[in-house]
């Protein structure tokens, strides 16, 4: 038991959330006061309307993405630049608006230093989607979000 107490420990001493005080609970306010915006922003609500079949699975399995990215959880299975591939309507302007909202969310809901980690994390997954889709579309130039 004690190698697994030891694997426990390195991840929280892994996981940037912790020094931040990024908790499962602050995970799942953010991440659903976050889509419950999205479903009714007009620039990127219908996408998500379209591509989101259950809400609750799909809230769930992004609690395990923010989950495993911060807190080194590794809930999280599943592809995230295949997913987004896929969908033909995300233009590299919806990024941008994605980012703003979800920033000026996760600074109404979360202290200073945890909002700026989230914040930090999202900026890089974000570009990280957008030049992945763009080289999927054989366009890797338009892989910029214009921040």
Known sequence: ???EEQRRELRAALAPGTAVGVSE???HD???AFYSRVSSY?????VFERAVADWDAHLAKLCDFWSS???MSGRFKGTPMATHALLPDIPPGHFAR???LFQDTARSRCPSPA???FIA???IIGQSLQLGIARTRGNPTLGRIPL
């Open 42 to 46: 007009d620039v990127i609500g219908p």
């Open 25 to 27: 609970a602050m995970i």
């Open 69 to 71: 990215v911060l807190l």
């Open 115 to 117: 909002a700026a980690l």
């Open 30 to 32: 953010l991440v659903h």
């Open 121 to 123: 994390k999202s900026e």
């Open 1 to 3: 038991m004690r190698a």
């Open 98 to 100: 994605w980012l703003e």
